[in-house]
């Protein structure tokens, strides 16, 4: 069901693990990009051109409904507020209140600097002033998606909050009424039936009825992301989120069957998932092993797990010790990364790269999907070695603000005027000395001559 990738003696052998090593011997679900963009290019621009009029014919050509009016009415996010489970909606509320306290927490204040006296500079944090939050609506209405995007957006002091989700056939052609629920839940009034790249582009230009946004966030199946990187010319993206993936560093102390629990967990998403377990024993690597097919054949979903599973991007690998078990799984970079270890916090420390990290046997991926209070939009495909999860910060702008007194910009003048002229443009040198017409004229060349 899962293949074996044996790392066992290469090390002493005299290989290098090294990231391109362990990219090579762990790869990933193939995900063309480049090959999705000659799908969604004409799609775009399209959508570019005609407006509200293509992104109906699209919705009609791709989700099978005809769309008329792609603006949810305020009547049916009401009704699916008023309509969704008592214990669903309290849920959602926990959700809600854990994820807006870390987003409270993380959002920062302004910095004020005051290099020399008289002279200060203050980092501003400015909010994004109009956002389009994509929810996907596929295999799984992602309404938790919904939380995720809005929370963090509306700490972060954003005032135009506009939601996009496919919309259904079976609901009428409206999106899925849970995602409708939430969004009355946080109070956004501005949703629209709408998936797919025309749906990231109807954001990036605008449409009739809806004003072009200024940043676009939120998962999406390869064609929703080949669409944000074309867009990227006109507006702000959060990142390319490709399939979901977990890896699980595990020593003998970890539980067989939670670890495949939390495998099977993220394998349900997609036929692209990918779950890997890392771990120096054997054991508990047969014991897993042993375990997936008991879990997986009670499963709702077990076509898409079984492919995932058994996909070239899944698998047990056999590391010498945790490590180098903890060197693997930092060089892979994963979107979740769980330790299950009886060392978990100190192997945490350790971690540079990875989405997001769930500690011990008692923080599974799941929690951090829904309750944790952290976000579940997280860098995929090795992007953790340089890109963060969706936060607070994502929708926030740092902006310097430099305020001199005319003593403090006298002190600092004449290395102003050096160093433009060492870089010839003593253009920018006499906008310095043009303030002080009673001071010498400076006569400094350029560097070269």
């Known amino acids: 069901m899962i293949r074996r990738v044996d790392l066992r003696g290469r090390v002493a052998a005299g290989e290098v693990l090294d990231l391109q090593a362990v990219h090579e011997l762990v790869p990933r679900a193939l995900l063309d990009v480049e090959a999705a963009l000659d799908v969604v290019r004409p799609i775009c621009l399209d959508v570019r051109h005609r407006g509200l009029e293509a992104i109906k014919e699209y919705g009609e050509k791709f989700d099978h409904v005809r769309v008329e009016d792609l603006r949810v009415p ?40 005051e290099p020399a006296p008289g002279g200060r500079v203050t980092q501003r944090l400015v909010p994004v002033q109009r956002v389009g939050l994509y929810v996907p609506g596929g295999r799984a209405p992602l309404a938790s998606s919904v939380v995720m995007n809005v929370v963090p957006a509306q700490v972060a002091g954003v005032q135009s909050l506009a939601v996009a989700s496919p919309p259904q056939k079976d609901f009428g052609g409206l999106p899925h009424p849970t995602v409708l629920a939430v969004c009355a839940m946080l109070g956004i009034e501005e949703v629209y039936a709408m998936g797919g790249s025309q749906a990231i582009a109807g954001f990036a230009y605008g449409f009739e009825g809806c004003r072009k946004v200024n940043l676009i966030t939120g998962p999406g199946n390869i064609y929703v992301v080949a669409a944000k990187r074309f867009v990227q010319s006109e507006v702000g993206i959060d990142s390319e989120a490709g399939p979901t993936e977990i890896a699980v560093l595990a020593d003998d102390t970890a539980d067989a069957a939670h670890v495949a629990a939390d495998l099977i967990s993220q394998a349900e998403h997609d036929p692209m998932a990918a779950s890997v377990l890392v771990t120096p024993s054997e054991a508990l690597a047969t014991a897993v092993e042993a375990e997936l097919p008991k879990q997986v054949a009670k499963t709702k979903h077990r076509e898409r797990v079984e492919e995932a599973l058994g996909g070239q991007q899944s698998a047990v690998v056999l590391v010498d010790d945790l490590d180098q078990g903890t060197a693997v799984v930092d060089a892979y970079a994963a979107e979740h990364l769980e330790i299950q270890t009886v060392d978990a916090e100190e192997r945490a420390a350790l971690i540079s790269n990875a989405g997001a990290i769930f500690v011990g046997g008692w923080s599974p991926v799941s929690l951090g999907d829904y309750c944790a209070g952290s976000n579940h939009v997280l860098p995929t495909a090795g992007c953790a070695c340089h890109s963060s999860g969706l936060s607070v910060r994502s929708f926030l702008k740092a902006v310097h603000v430099i305020n001199y007194s005319r003593q403090a910009l006298a002190e600092v003048a004449q290395h102003v005027v050096n160093l433009a002229h060492a870089e010839d443009l003593p253009g920018h040198a006499a906008a310095v000395t043009a303030r002080f017409p009673e001071a010498p004229a400076a006569t400094s060349e350029p560097a070269n001559g």
């Open 74 to 113: 305020a009547e049916a996010l009401k009704t699916a507020l008023e309509e969704l489970d008592p214990a669903v909606r309290s849920a959602f509320e926990e959700s809600i209140r854990r994820v807006r306290e870390v987003s409270e927490d993380e959002r920062g204040a302004d910095v004020v600097s």
